[in-house]
């Protein structure tokens, strides 16, 4: 089985997108990440899902957790709205990483091996010089478990 196998459409975002419309990209689909593409439409990297959470959570919290057991629920909803006038490109962590991109013809061990060293819950397909789609960790698991 190749990474072809478990291919599927993904949707994307571009470095400039609003972070707010990723995170409900992310939200409405129930995705563990998104693709970040360069103007080229080829991948730039992967914003996991908890990278947008990042942007969103007061940094005193982060650095402290029990500092956020004292906001009520009213105020945190308001947290969100931090992401407000942001873009993807501030969501992303500050180092970049190595990315999680392969070829169609990638085995399924080597797609996990790339999640697993990346910590990438998907994986981006790139042949012939463009996008054709994602691996997601749910459809390897699926796939290798059913068999």
């Given amino acids: ?15 400039g ?22 103007d080229d439409g080829l991948p730039v990297t ?22 956020a057991r004292v906001v009520d629920e009213a105020h ?6 931090a992401l407000d006038g ?12 190595e990315l999680p991109v392969t070829d169609p013809d990638a085995t399924v061990l080597e797609v ?3 999640m697993a060293r990346t910590r990438s819950p998907l994986v981006a397909v790139v042949g012939g010089g463009r996008l ?3 691996v997601t960790l749910q459809a390897l698991l699926d796939r290798v478990l059913a068999t």
């Fill in 86 to 97: 942001r873009t993807v490109r501030e969501a992303l962590p500050e180092r970049a990483r």
């Fill in 132 to 134: 054709l789609g994602a």
């Fill in 76 to 81: 945190a909803d308001a947290f969100v709205r």
């Fill in 17 to 38: 997108s609003p972070v707010i419309d990723a995170a409900r990209l992310l939200a409405d689909q129930d995705l563990p990440g998104l693709i970040v593409v360069g």
């Fill in 46 to 67: 992967i914003l996991p899902g908890t990278q947008v959470l990042r942007l969103a959570v007061p940094g005193y919290c982060l650095d402290d957790p029990a500092l």
């Fill in 112 to 114: 996990a091996a790339l």
């Fill in 1 to 15: 089985m190749r990474a072809r196998d478990l291919l599927a459409d993904f949707p994307t975002v571009g470095l």
